[in-house]
């Protein structure tokens, strides 16, 4: 009697941390990467740059890390601009505005892209590019 009252606590102590360590506010399973989360506002856009790794990552503190790389395929050096977008769940913008970013790109360079949201309700992000010239 007693070794099957163990074994019924047992496994429901191990049923019981099955679910594994908490998620931070925010956590989305939705895997990544996303294309649709890249926005090139020029169509010649299409030719000259590559967009590789678009990542969704959380912080310790629950906190949406947008990440993402460009990779320069034009014949000369690239003047982009770059505006990081994050979005709560139902896909409104939950930070003030967003601020465009001077990227200069050389041929065949890459530009590792990374910002971090600074509240814990966006949920998701959009990167839109253009050319600085436009």
Same mark, same amino acid.
């Given at each position: 009697?007693?070794?099957?009252?163990? /074994?019924? /606590?047992?496994?429901?102590?191990?049923?019981?941390?099955?679910?594994?360590? /908490?998620?931070? $506010?925010?956590?989305?399973?939705?895997?990544?990467?996303? #294309? @649709?989360?890249? !926005?090139?506002?020029?169509?010649?856009?299409?030719?000259?740059? #590559?967009? @590789?790794?678009?990542?969704?990552? +959380?912080?310790? @503190?629950?906190?949406?890390?947008?990440? !993402?790389? /460009?990779?320069? &395929?034009? @014949?000369?050096?690239? $003047? !982009?601009?770059?505006?990081?977008?994050?979005?709560? #769940?139902?896909?409104? #913008?939950?930070?003030?505005?967003?601020? +465009?970013? &001077?990227?200069?790109?050389?041929?065949?360079?890459? $530009?590792? $892209?990374?910002?971090?949201?600074?509240?814990?309700?966006?949920?998701?992000?959009?990167?839109?590019?253009?050319?600085?010239?436009?």
């Amino acid at each position: 009697m007693k070794t099957t009252a163990l /074994i019924a /606590i047992a496994a429901a102590l191990l049923v019981g941390c099955s679910s594994g360590p /908490i998620r931070p $506010h925010g956590f989305d399973d939705t895997p990544a990467p996303r #294309r @649709d989360r890249v !926005l090139l506002l020029q169509s010649d856009l299409r030719s000259q740059i #590559r967009v @590789d790794d678009i990542v969704a990552e +959380w912080t310790p @503190d629950g906190r949406l890390v947008a990440k !993402l790389k /460009i990779q320069n &395929h034009a @014949d000369a050096p690239l $003047h !982009l601009m770059l505006k990081t977008v994050f979005l709560d #769940r139902n896909g409104n #913008r939950v930070e003030g505005a967003a601020v +465009w970013e &001077h990227v200069l790109l050389a041929n065949g360079a890459t $530009h590792p $892209h990374q910002l971090e949201a600074l509240s814990r309700d966006a949920y998701d992000f959009t990167v839109q590019i253009r050319s600085e010239d436009s």
